[in-house]
């Protein structure tokens, strides 16, 4: 298809396509449609895991930053009238007015990203709220095992408790770089995250509790009060942490890879009635 379009693939945009159909099938069938009718895909590519979603859904909203493909997505379109292709900077777009034209309630995301925008789309996708059930992606499996990582992990961190907060994360399966085109360094895998609808932490909270997070993970080879203080991300001071910490039932010595997330929003509740 590439060939006979003339295209050349951008290793700056992070091009690798799943040339392996077997897999694109399995990567369709683990976006769930009895919870959703509508589908955000990011990464169209040629369009070869569009069509298969296209199939399994009433809506598909696929977005892509290179026009190049444009042709051949015109002649997707034929086939699937409810293809709508975007060309756009997935890690830039308003996702919530696209919701909101399309009175869209029921919806999933996903796709094949670029391994280079994994971890600040996951950010952006989950700190806005967005009324996503599910998200799947194909990432670079040590992402994928980061995002599942359990505490105590050596990989468990920021990201770990930033998508375990919004969700429950699920690595379904894993995919070998040679059935990508080009093959990418390292193998991927698909990480299914079921997102939640409730939080035991409201909006405005949420800006602190990810604050104590990421002072946390600064120095994570530190105590955690220790952590927290030097990091100057945290407005509190040492004699009222360890107070804190204390009411919340965490040892100061502890560090942050131990925290559970549960753990984590306890320090908040406690922090919160401090500062």
Do not use: W
């Not at 590439?2 to 099938?25: I, V």
């Not at 670079?140 to 770990?160: F, H, T």
Request: glycine share 4%; aromatic share 10%.
């Amino acid at each position: 298809m590439l060939k006979n379009s003339g295209l050349k693939l951008k290793k700056r945009l992070g091009q690798h396509f799943l040339a392996d159909l077997d897999a694109l099938k399995k990567i369709a069938d683990a976006f769930d449609n009895s919870i959703s009718d509508s589908v955000i895909e990011i990464g169209t590519g040629i369009g070869n895991l569009t069509i298969l979603l296209a199939e399994k859904f009433k809506r598909v909203y696929t977005i892509e930053l290179d026009r190049r493909f444009a042709n051949l997505h015109k002649n997707i379109q034929r086939k699937f009238e409810n293809i709508h292709f975007i060309y756009a900077d997935a890690m830039r777009f308003p996702y919530d007015e696209l919701i909101r034209l399309n009175c869209l309630e029921r919806v999933s995301i996903g796709g094949n990203i670029p391994y280079s925008i994994t971890s600040p789309l996951l950010y952006s996708l989950l700190k806005k709220r967005l009324p996503f059930k599910e998200i799947i992606f194909l990432v670079q499996e040590d992402v994928a095992k980061r995002i599942n990582s359990e505490p105590g992990s050596k990989v468990y961190g920021v990201l770990s408790v930033t998508v375990q907060y919004y969700g429950e994360p699920k690595i379904l399966f894993r995919i070998d770089k040679e059935k990508f085109f080009p093959p990418p360094k390292v193998s991927s895998a698909l990480i299914k995250i079921k997102l939640k609808s409730e939080f035991p932490v409201n909006y405005e909270e949420e800006q602190i509790f990810f604050d104590i997070v990421n002072a946390s993970f600064a120095q994570r080879r530190k105590q955690l009060a220790n952590s927290i203080i030097n990091s100057g991300k945290v407005q509190i001071d040492k004699s009222q942490l360890l107070k804190c910490l204390e009411r919340a039932n965490i040892d100061p010595k502890r560090r942050a890879e131990t925290l559970s997330v549960t753990e984590f929003i306890r320090l908040l509740k406690e922090i919160n009635k401090t500062i």
